[in-house]
Every structure is written in C-alpha cells, then in structure tokens.
C-alpha cells in the first residue's frame, strides 16, 4: 500500500475501498501500530488540545456543557483543557492574553466580564467561538440560545396556567448582566401580551444565580407587599432555592405558587415538586462550537468569513412545579 493509503485509513477517511480498508487495518492490528501523536502535531504545527473556559463549574448547567464538549471534541481526537474564571475581568483578560503561550489550538469560552472590544485587543489570531450572551456582534464566532424569547416562553407558560400575580426572580443591576436583562425582558413581553401589568414589587434581584439567593429572593417576594402566586426564576437553581422557601413557609408547589425554571439541569428532573423549566439544546451548542473551531483551524486560504451568530433551539419542560402531580 503507498503511505497515502494507510494515512487515509488511519485518519478515516470515507473513500477507501472496503476491501483496502480490511487489508490495512489487520497490518494495523498484527504490528500493534499507534499514530504518532507528537510526531503528527511537529508536521501540523498544531497540538490537538483547546480550550474551554466557563465562568464556574460547580453550576449544573456549565459541567454539563463541559461534558458535552469535550464528547464532542473525542469525535475529532482533541483533548479539552477547562478553566474557571469566575466572571473576574483580569482572570478573562489572562485568559485570552496566554493561549499562545499554553500552545491551544482553540478556545471556547464563556465569558462574563470582557466585551467584544476588549477581547478583539486582547487576543492574537488563534481561533475562538464565544458562548452565552454577553458577547453579540463580537470578533469572533458566536454560538447561544434566544434568552429573550426562552424567557417569554416560560413566562407564558405561567399566564396560560390563570396565574395572575407572576414574580421574576434573577434580575441584576451590572451592565455586564447580560442573561439577566435579556431574559427579564422576555418576562415584562409575555406579561403585556397576558394583558397583565408589570409591577416592580415583583422582580426579585439577585446577587449571583445560585440556590441561596433564590430562596432569599423568594422570602423578600413573600414578605413584600404584592405576595406572587407564581415565579419565574433566571436559572434552575434559582428555582430550587425557591422552592426550598416555599416549602418552609408552608406554601403548596404548585397549589399556593408555581415555580418555573431555567436550564433543565439534572437536579430539576429529581427534586419535589419536579421542575418546570426551559430546556436549550446543550448538545447542539457544544457540537457548533466544536464545529466552527475546526472550520477556522482548516481555513487555508488565507481568506477568513467574518464572524458568525449562530442560535440554537430551546423547548419548554413542564412537570410537577406548574402542573401538580
């Protein structure tokens, strides 16, 4: 066989006669032979390794989607390296700054605290795909869900349910929040198309979205003037949070208050009541970002597409939270 041909069979290559493919593949079992990983990285001058960084991974929703990248990076054999950057402006900035210096051949990247001008002067020319929201329009390609709409879909799904007094749980002041204000935004649209008013009494802020300012959140609504029969939280631990609150305080989920969530974590289809949420296309995400990263380490003709805004589906999960059991 010439050189080319076994090349094409170790690299899998679909146009290869069956039978050639046998023949090859046996050579390949009786000499025990393995590819050359560093050999081939010295010929590509790449080293098979990206990057993804996500703000923290103690959220549900962030390790998931990591596993899922990196399931989606095995199917081309690259390793993921994963970083944690908190939503610190200086730890994204180091990020970015180094990924030369670490020999990453992509980064994925989540980011909470730079926006696009800083990261189009922070970066050099290796490839990147940005997730989430706080990064439209940017210097490179970008892969998230319509928040805005996902918001007004889990609103909605409240008002057709007769609930009239519908609290929003997740809202944050910082400009950089980005989540917050698109989905607050899908929240205030679905209650004018409701015909129902907005009142400020019922939007609960937050410092961060886990599940101990969710029940604090939850206390100030029940405490407050305008007492909620349901709750649209900004992510699903918020809910959890929630729930734990209302559970306390003696009120019925969803009898008393129906809680709707965000992300459809793993912990929302096991909790009780079980979690209404919304639930992206998280398979879909980190196989496009895995995509669009290959598509710019193969570009060679010297001739780069601008950066491209690509969403990705999301659906509505309604369980015990809004429906009863």
């Given amino acids: 066989m010439s050189i080319k041909t076994v090349s094409n069979v170790v690299n899998g290559y679909v146009h290869v006669a069956p039978d050639t493919r046998a023949r090859v593949q046996r050579a390949i079992d009786d000499l025990g032979y393995r590819p050359n990983a560093a050999a081939r990285q010295l010929r590509s001058g790449r080293s098979g390794v ?97 928040n805005t709409a996902a918001a007004a879909d889990a609103t909605r799904h409240l008002c057709e349910s007769g609930r009239v007094r519908i609290a929003a749980i997740g809202a944050q002041d910082s400009p950089s929040a980005v989540t917050a204000h698109q989905r607050l935004a899908g929240y205030q649209a679905a209650l004018r198309e409701a015909g129902l008013p907005f009142d400020p009494a019922l939007v609960a802020e937050v410092e961060m979205f886990h599940r101990a300012d969710g029940a604090a959140a939850m206390a100030r609504l029940l405490s407050g003037p305008a007492r909620p029969d349901a709750v649209f939280c900004f992510n699903d631990l918020l809910a959890l949070g929630a729930i734990r609150t209302l559970l306390e305080r003696g009120c019925s989920v969803p009898g008393d208050v129906a809680v709707m969530g965000f992300d459809d974590i793993e912990d929302g289809r096991f909790s009780t009541p079980t979690l209404s949420t919304v639930a992206p296309d998280l398979g879909r995400i980190a196989d496009l970002a895995v995509d669009l990263l290959a598509e710019r380490l193969g570009e060679s003709d010297g001739v780069a597409e601008p950066p491209r805004e690509l969403r990705v589906s999301h659906h509505l999960v309604a369980r015990e939270s809004t429906l009863g059991r």
């Avoid at 390793?79 to 990453?104: K, P």
């Avoid at 696009?116 to 050099?124: F, K």
């Fill in 50 to 146: 990206i990057a993804l960084a996500v703000p923290e991974l103690q959220s549900p929703y962030f390790a998931e989607l990591a596993g899922r990248v990196v399931q989606a990076a095995e199917r081309r054999s690259w390793t993921v390296l994963i970083d944690q950057t908190d939503g610190q402006a200086e730890r994204e900035r180091n990020l970015v700054a180094g990924l030369r210096r670490h020999a990453i051949d992509g980064l994925i990247f989540s980011p909470l605290a730079l926006a696009g001008e800083e990261l189009a002067r922070g970066g050099d020319e290796t490839p990147m795909v940005l997730l989430g929201e706080r990064v439209w329009h940017g210097p490179a390609d970008h892969v998230a869900i319509d």
